[in-house]
């Protein structure tokens, strides 16, 4: 047999960080040893959403889902002993990855690093935010400005740097389906590549070197065929895009670079151990044909339906990898699909759905015009809410979950306090302590910062005109800055933003015929509001601290509508008195708070308590998220009325469940369900 020419894999990355830099610095050291080609740095809220560790919204959210990065000296630690300019990072920012990036830049310096020779990815993609994953800042003028001026900004200075990725990823999990996901994510880079193109910023010769360093970063679920034939048709269209609309003619810059992360909202926490082969079946999807390969790909852990990942769990994600890489054939072959007749109708079909749903929203004004109209939001969550009816029906199988439920005892999870990782609670005091010294003596040796005052000004000077901000933004990197004054500085001239919901526009996902699970649930609730006295019965779904993941909270606050409340759901990004007013103000006989951030046990039992304080404990607070069992017992115990996690996946039998719970509360007799 003739040796044949093997491929270079691709990257392989781990998404990682949390508790503090020093913690993140020594485990991607010790993930680059075991063989980790790429950094995938993962930030925690507030640094995401622009607010420093000690402010009030990110109270119980400091560390969790990722690393907190304040100011120079953290992002100086995060990387100690890491030569940039030998590495690939990718960091997972949106609406402050200008502030991200300049830190970066100022730590390679400091090591002495050529910054042209920098290379990675900033995600920035913040279209996504507003339509799933809730960590946007400001308005979407200004946010496609910061965007564009990172580009331009890069496409000179740093050349080799991805300033943003198109991230479908999340809306995938926020229910998009192959179509929705294509053709939202080529919008927003239609809208990015219109913005950079009409800014001025990047002469037309130069709008090569711009299409050749977008890349895009998608989400691979478990329908492997589909998603496999989903990244042949992005290619495709991403190809006709760029060489129609932009003219871009060389073929290596029209080139379709992804990364990936496989599906982690589709892990359960029912029977995790099916999560491994989940998994494998994602990451065949972006590696088996060579024409749609992923260029970088990194896997979820088998238990992050339960908590946060160990070590040891990231690195069997990282063995999965490298089994396929270095021990298959995989790479030794040319595109294995080429000249298939059910493949090619398949991506051609996807091909055809997505153009025109592209054109669509061009005739609407673009992706921003279809983010303000709430079009874009809306049709996700009715997506969405008919994914879950096919879920609860039974038609669409989880294995685990509404099919072969039985299980033996799972010697993985017989421990469950070890089997995930868990963050100390005192990291936060640790955190908000150092960022106050920070504060303190940044102007003192060793690091003598000018006063960051003087900096900010000169970045609110830039913002309320037409300048680039990138280089504002690095001299307040270099002044000592911290992330909160930095956002808080751009607050000031541009605004907040708080996005459609998409809740009131859904339309109805499950029907409520006679003898159905919903008209027994709306006859519950009718007898109940009539029982009380009032002509509705009032449901406020409340979005606790900064996790923005609200797909779980609009698909609960749709289906409670559904089943004849009135329900009061605000959005994200609220604090616990600000729930309380509301639930106060609205009258309302239930509270619903939805938490997956790990926050819930800060969160949670504040709400509680000013409840209590305002005399109103005789409304029943739900609490709904990634809560381990060990948390949800100390919940119950607060006062909690009840808890449901992902493997309650019966939407309407949990709005039943709330009714019971009002009753409960308002010393009701329990009604009778007819069998």
Known sequence: MTERQKDRPWLMRTYAGHSTAEASNELYRRNLAKGQTGLSVAFDLPTQTGYDSDHVLARGEVGRVGVPVAHLGDMRRLFQDIPLEQMNTSMTINATAMWLLALYQVVAEEQGADVTKLQGTTQNDIVKEYLSRGTHVFPPGPSLRLTTDMIAYTVSHIPKWNPINICSYHLQEAGATPVQEIAYAMSTAIAVLDAVRDSGQVPQERMGDVVGRISFFVNAGVRFIEEMCKMRAFGRIWDTVTRERYGIENPKHRR?????????????????????????????????????????????AWNEALGLPRPWDQQWSLRIQQVLAYESDLLEYEDIFEGSKVIEAKVEEL?????????????????????????????????????????????????GVNAFEGTEPNPLTADLDTAIQTVDPAVEARVIASLQHWRDTRYQPPFNHPRPCKALEKLKEAARGTDNLMEATLECARAGVTTGEWAGALREVFGEFRAPTGVSSAPVAVTAEEGSALSEVRRKVELTA??????????????????????????????????????????????PEQIVDAA?????????????????????????????????????????GIIPSGDAEQLRAAGVAAVFTPKDFDITGIIGRIVDEIRNANKLDPLEVPA
């Open 351 to 399: 091909v055809a759905e997505a153009t025109a749903e592209i054109e669509r929203i061009q005739e609407m004004g673009g992706a921003m015009a279809a983010v303000e109209s709430g079009y874009l939001k809306s049709q996700l969550v009715s997506s969405h809410a008919a994914r879950r009816a096919r879920i609860e029906s039974g038609e669409e199988r989880i294995i």
């Open 530 to 575: 009539k029982d009380l006295g009032v002509g509705k019965l009032r449901f406020l779904v409340g979005k606790p601290g900064l996790d923005g993941h609200s797909n779980g909270a609009e698909q609960i606050a749709v289906r409670a509508r559904d089943a004849g409340f009135e329900v009061v759901y605000q959005g994200i990004r609220l604090t």
């Open 256 to 300: 379709f670079r992804y990364g990936v992360q496989v599906n982690s909202l589709g892990l359960t926490e029912a029977q995790p151990e099916n999560n491994v082969q989940r998994i494998v079946l994602e990451m065949l999807a972006v590696t088996l044909s060579k024409d749609a390969r992923a260029r970088a790909v990194q896997l979820p």
């Open 584 to 624: 106060l103000a609205e009258d309302v006989h239930a509270v619903g708070l939805s938490i997956l951030s790990g926050s819930h046990a800060q969160l949670v039992p504040d709400v509680l308590e000013r409840l209590r304080v305002a005399g109103a404990t005789d409304i029943p607070v739900i609490a709904g």
